[in-house]
C-alpha cells in the first residue's frame, strides 16, 4: 500500500473527509516534494500539493501522484476555495500556529476540525527499506567523521573548531547538512547535555562529548560519542563504564512489543544504582528518520510499543554540575527479534 492510501484508510478510520498538512517532513513523507512553502490537502479522491511559482516545477517532477497548484503566498485562501463542501478536516495541531488556526477555520468556516497530528507521525515511524536505506547511509557518514575528526583533535582547539571539522567531513561524504547545532562540551561545559559548540579551548584533563548528525537525502543521523583528553582520574573512567553499561544494556532490551517506558528504566535502573540517577535527567532516546525527533521516544513516560522498522537512538548520559559528564549514543533498528545496531563508531573510552 502506498502512503497516500495508507493515509486515506487512517483518515476513514477518523471519518474525515479531508486532512490538511502543513510540517515539511509530512509533506515530504507523503508527496516526495522536499521543496519548502508547501501545503497539502488530501481527501479521500484526491491529492493536491500547494506551493508556489517558485517551486512549481519541482513539484511536478518530485510529487507525481499530487495534482500541483500555485497558491501564491495565500495557501489558506486557496484551501477554502477547493476545499469548499467538506464536513471533518484533520490538521498539525501540534505543527499550526496560532494565527494560522485562525486563517483555517476561516478558510473551513462550514466544516469541524479536528487536530490529528498522529495521523502523519504515525505512519512515519515505521521506516520502510528505502528510509533504512538512508538513514544506514546518514549514519555511516557521521561514523565516518567521528573517525577522521579524532585523529585532528588538538589541545587548545576550540569547541567550534571541533564542530567545524565535523560538519565539513559530513559534507564531503554527501550530507547535505548537520541534522542540528551539534554539541561540542568540553570539560565543565560537558556538564550541560545541550551545550552546543562554543569558542572555549579543550584542555587537558578533560571530558569532550561530540552529538552531531548527517542530513543525507532528507535522513538524518545522530550520534554522541565522548573522549578524555589527558589522564582520566578513577571517577572518570567509572563514569565513564558506568553509561556505557547502561547503553549496552538498553539496547538490549530493544526489541518489538516492549514499551519506549520499559527500555528507558532499563538503562535507567543501571545509572540509579550506580547512585548516578539524579544525574540523568533526560530520556534514553527518540526516533529518528526525517525529523531528528520523532516519536515514538524512550522515556519514562513513553506508553507506545516498539515495532520492527522503527529506528531510535539509545543515549544514556551522567552530569554532574561543575565536573563534566558524559553521554554515549547509537542508533539502532528494531528488527523481528530485537535490534540492529547502526552505528559503527567504538564506544570503548578513547583518550587522546
Ligand atoms: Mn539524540
Request: hydrophobic share 40%; glycine share 10%; charged share 25%.
Amino acid at each position: 500500500m502506498s502512503r497516500l492510501q495508507q493515509m486515506r484508510q487512517h483518515m476513514r478510520d477518523e471519518n474525515l473527509n479531508a486532512y490538511v498538512v502543513m510540517r515539511p517532513e509530512n509533506g515530504r513523507y507523503l508527496s516526495g516534494f522536499s521543496g519548502g512553502e508547501t501545503t497539502l490537502y488530501i481527501t479521500l479522491e484526491n491529492a493536491v500539493l500547494l506551493t508556489d511559482f517558485r517551486y512549481i516545477e519541482q513539484a511536478k517532477a518530485q510529487a507525481p501522484a499530487f495534482e500541483i497548484i500555485d497558491a501564491g503566498h495565500d495557501h489558506f485562501a486557496k484551501l477554502g476555495e477547493i476545499g469548499r463542501g467538506v464536513h471533518k478536516v484533520g490538521f498539525e495541531g501540534d505543527y499550526i500556529t496560532y494565527v494560522d488556526f485562525g486563517k483555517l477555520k476561516n478558510a473551513f468556516s462550514q466544516a469541524e476540525l479536528f487536530s490529528l497530528p498522529n495521523l502523519v507521525s504515525n505512519l512515519r515511524s515505521v521506516k520502510d527499506d528505502s528510509e533504512i536505506g538512508l538513514i544506514r547511509q546518514a549514519v555511516k557518514i557521521a561514523d565516518n567523521a567521528f573517525k577522521e575528526v579524532l585523529m585532528t583533535i588538538e589541545i587548545g582547539q576550540s569547541e567550534e573548531e571541533i564542530g567545524l571539522n565535523l560538519e565539513y567531513s559530513m559534507r564531503r561524504a554527501g550530507a547535505s547538512g548537520g541534522s542540528f547545532d551539534f554539541i561540542v562540551a568540553s570539560g565543565l561545559r560537558s556538564a550541560m547535555p545541550h551545550g552546543t559548540a562554543s569558542p572555549k579551548r579543550i584542555q587537558a584533563g578533560e571530558f569532550l562529548t561530540m552529538d552531531f548528525g548527517a542530513i543525507y537525502q532528507g535522513y538524518c543521523s545522530d550520534i554522541t560519542r565522548t573522549v578524555f583528553i589527558g589522564d582520566p582520574e578513577d571517577k572518570h573512567r567509572d563514569i565513564y563504564a558506568t553509561v556505557l553499561r547502561a547503553q549496552m544494556a538498553g539496547i538490549q532490551a530493544v526489541a518489538p512489543g516492549r514499551s519506549g517506558k520499559e527500555v528507558d528504566a532499563v538503562a535507567r535502573s543501571i545509572i540509579e544504582e550506580a547512585g548516578y540517577g539524579d544525574y540523568f535527567g533526560h530520556g534514553l532516546g527518540h526516533s529518528v528518520g526525517l525529523a531528528i525527533h520523532e516519536g515514538p521516544n524512550l522515556n519514562k513516560r513513553e506508553e507506545r510499543l516498539l515495532q520492527p522498522g522503527m529506528v531510535v537512538t539509545v543515549e544514556p548520559g551522567i552530569y554532574i554540575p561543575d565536573w563534566g559528564g558524559v553521554r554515549i549514543e547509537d542508533i539502532v533498528l528494531v528488527t523481528e527479534s530485537g535490534c540492529e545496531v547502526l552505528t559503527q563508531a567504538p564506544k570503548e573510552l578513547i583518550i587522546l
